[in-house]
């Protein structure tokens, strides 16, 4: 069975405004991982908006655990657990009683709570602080307090909006840790990011989506076979602003397919590394540019998204 | 447990635990209404023509000095006194907010301000008032020597005191204080002045005492009276006490009205901060949280609302418990207990309104202190409400502030639930209103 089918999910925020998410249709399976991975602004949260059944979709819809998201909200909700991309606890309560307080939200209560609170304490390592405030504990904890507030009930589909951003690397270990043990547990996962390795290590299969349209949808292999022979070129310049330079210089270059500048990067998608590298650099030369540092990389799934739209992730 | 009242007992947890909210919800207030009571007393100021009734019922000579006190030229612009003779119309026309106090004067008054006349009159059945010269020499000298002895007599400090009783308007009650004060003062005018010995002395040389050696006079006229009889006279308080007395038996005080006045303004700011955590946990993501939780909308905002409203309550009760320790009266406990449950209601109204219609929670504290502060000027928070002018009372039937100082004054001149249950109604009528138009502003918010 599929946990989630979208089906041509649109959204508008205002009648006349542009499309937040646009035609987008996908399918979850059972126990599986699916990660939607694009730039901020892509549409990820609206898309898991809608699904959560937080903001209705202008057009379109969604099956969630069989549930029309729809006609059938309450249903939808009571199958899903949902760990949003904000903070959302409350600092003044402590981490036990936010996690009583959501669980009694979800219709859970009685001993049964207790003893499932006990337990995400302990998986979260949060047992020895679990009576102090919230707003005592350090990002990272707050972090996993805001993941096992999403866990409470087990239920059979997760929603997870972005739950590293803004942590140390530490803490992300942890709770890409985390979903991976409960998607070991049998619970299907709905995962949104905009870091290109979270979704290449996490993910069964991947929906890349870009300005509000899912442009590519396949497992880490079937995505990066898209972009063919391709390797990618990543060169951090002394001169970071002017990596935008060196790209209009080495566009017509043989061999080169992509070409992007961003946060002082200048990332190539090219047919061979042997043939193309010099060329830029000698480019790079007559431009008065210093090269820093340079990377040859394996198709991973920035040059697929690269490949796609001609710009970095990260743009 | 329903999710409503997990919802509210959360809001109620968060307050408790935010100390700064703490201190503007309870010991502001206090404080405030403490020093407000400190200050003013039973002060006033601004008032003309305040409609005064004048009840004589005492036929001797000193009930006049005081209607003349109430009508003379320095106080003319201040009262507007009149005489009146039957009691009942009178009460009722205080009670009916025509006229601000009746004043009455005691039948007895004069003979008890000048004792001796009321012993001589009681003992040998002679009006020395009314004696003139020939009629006092006529006197047999037995009764000119009783006359005497009485004088002395009159020496000893009355057990019993006469009561001047202002009948007051509640509506009216800084006016009953002024009124009270001018009587007062005439009494003790009338003490410092010695009005008691010269009225004696002047009826003495009006019998054709020898000269204005009172003394010696009234030694010669009445042979049992001894040296310094009349001087000691002079020095004795007047055996008066001035009373307020207001239909229902409390008069006007600045530790009631502002106790509970304040407390309004402070639940005020406490509801409409209450109304503010929407906003805040819209911010904060945790609203979307509990919207894809499998809890309808409409519980999660009756929840908030309940947290703020059992919040507000505490607030109200502690301030109540608080104030009533240090003396302050809010009214019959029933009714009190009514006018609480109400008016925190009506307030929450407010608090929904704003988070309804503000788009973020910079706005909606921007709106909720100029509401608060607003609605608390014009509804007579820190002044009487009876001081403003008609159509800003009228006005202010807007805010639960006027509702709760209407209600609150009803209450403490002594009315009980029922006496109060029309202004009950109003503020629930307010109460309505306000969450209809917030339902409006929530559908347009979070739909």
């Known amino acids: 069975m599929s946990l989630v089918e979208a089906r041509n999910l649109v959204k508008r925020y205002t009648a006349d405004g542009p499309k937040a998410v646009d035609n987008v249709s996908f399918e979850i399976r059972d126990g599986e991982i699916f990660s939607l991975l694009g730039p901020n602004g892509a549409g990820k949260t609206t898309t898991i908006s809608m699904l959560s059944t937080l903001i209705r979709p202008t057009a379109g819809t969604a099956l969630v655990n069989g549930y029309d998201i729809r006609t059938e909200p309450m249903a939808v909700r009571r199958s899903i657990g949902v760990v949003p991309q904000d903070l959302a606890l409350y600092g003044k309560l402590s981490g036990r009683e936010n996690l009583r307080f959501w669980g009694e939200m979800r219709g859970l209560g009685g001993p049964a709570l207790w003893e499932e609170i006990d337990e995400k304490l302990a998986l979260m390592d949060l047992t020895d602080r679990a009576g102090d405030r919230a707003e005592t504990y350090s990002g990272g904890m707050k972090r996993r307090l805001n993941l096992a507030i999403g866990m409470l009930g087990n239920p059979p589909l997760m929603m997870l909006d ?31 990011t905009h870091y290109m390795e979270e979704a290449q290590e996490l993910s069964d299969r991947i929906g890349i989506i870009d300005r509000g349209t899912l442009i590519a949808l396949g497992t880490l292999q079937e995505l990066t076979q898209m972009v063919g022979e391709h390797e990618m070129l990543r060169l951090q310049l002394y001169q970071p602003e002017a990596g935008q330079a060196l790209v209009d210089g080495v566009r017509g270059l ?13 990332v190539l998608s090219v047919a061979a590394v042997e043939t193309t590298l010099p060329q830029v650099l000698t480019k790079a030369a007559d431009l008065g540019l210093s090269i820093r540092n340079v990377e040859i990389r394996e198709p991973n799934l920035e040059t697929v998204f690269l490949h796609l739209t001609g710009r970095a992730l990260r743009d | 447990m329903p999710k409503v009242v997990t919802l509210a007992l959360k809001e109620v947890k968060l307050s408790v635990r935010d100390v700064g909210a ?8 206090l404080v405030l209404t403490m020093a407000i009571a400190a200050a003013f007393g039973t002060g006033t100021g ?3 023509n305040v409609p005064l009734l004048v009840l004589n019922q005492d036929d001797g000579q000193m009930s006049r000095f005081v209607w003349e006190a109430l009508t003379a030229q320095n106080v003319e612009d ?21 006229a601000a106090a009746l004043v009455i004067i005691p039948r007895g008054f004069s003979d008890r301000v000048v004792p001796v006349v009321g012993r001589v009159r009681e003992v040998l059945g002679i009006d020395l008032l009314s004696l003139d010269a020939e009629s006092a020499e006529a006197l ?21 005191a006469v009561v001047v009783e202002i009948y007051a308007s509640p509506n009216w009650r800084i006016s009953a204080g002024v009124v009270r004060g001018i009587v007062t003062q005439v009494l003790e005018q009338m003490s410092m002045t010695a009005q008691g010995t010269t009225i004696i002395i002047e009826e003495l040389i009006a019998r054709g005492a020898p000269g204005p050696e009172a003394g010696e006079g009234g030694a010669e006229w009445f042979p049992g009276v001894a040296d310094g009889g009349f001087e000691s006279l002079a020095d004795r308080e007047l ?8 239909p229902t038996g409390r008069g006007f005080r600045w530790l009631d009205y502002s106790a509970t006045s304040m407390a309004i303004l402070f639940l005020m700011f406490a509801v409409t901060a209450g109304g503010r955590t929407l906003l805040a946990e819209r911010q904060a993501g945790t609203l979307s949280r509990l919207l894809v939780s499998p809890t309808p909308a409409v519980a999660i905002l009756a929840g908030k609302m309940g947290g703020i409203v059992v919040t507000g309550l505490m607030q109200v009760l502690v301030l109540w418990g608080a104030t009533t320790l240090v003396g302050s009266y809010w009214g019959a406990p029933l009714g009190v207990v009514a006018a609480i449950v109400v008016l925190v209601l009506c307030a929450s109204g407010v608090g929904a309104l704003i988070s309804a219609w503000a788009q973020d929670v910079g706005q909606a504290g921007t709106i909720g202190t100029a509401v608060t502060l607003v609605g ?8 009487p409400r009876w001081n403003l002018p008609a159509w800003v009372q009228n006005l202010s039937l807007a805010t639960p502030n006027a509702w709760g100082i209407e209600i609150f004054s009803a209450l403490q001149m002594g009315r009980g639930l029922d006496g109060i249950l029309p202004l009950l109604g109003g503020a629930l009528g307010l109460t309505i209103l306000y969450y209809v138009v917030a339902l409006i502003g929530f559908r347009r918010q979070f739909a």
């Open chain 2, 140 to 160: 047999p000298e037995e009764v000119q020597e009783e006359i005497g002895r009485l004088v002395l007599e009159s020496r000893e400090p009355d057990a019993d």
């Open chain 1, 162 to 192: 972005e739950p590293t951003v803004g942590i140390d690397p530490q803490s992300r270990r942890h709770i890409l840790d985390y979903v991976r043990e409960l998607n070991r547990a049998g619970a299907g996962t709905l995962y949104t």
């Open chain 2, 376 to 383: 608390s000027a014009v509804s007579g928070t820190f002044f």
């Open chain 2, 46 to 48: 601004g008032l003309s």
């Open chain 2, 78 to 98: 201040l009262l507007a006194a009149e005489m009146v003779y039957d009691e009942a119309d009178a009460r009722a026309r205080v009670e009916g907010d025509a």
């Open chain 2, 22 to 29: 703490m201190v503007t919800m309870l010991v502001t207030p």
């Open chain 1, 254 to 266: 043989e061999g080169m397919h992509q070409a992007s500048a961003a946060d002082g990067e200048v």
């Open chain 2, 239 to 246: 055996p008066v006490r001035v009373e307020i007395v207001s």
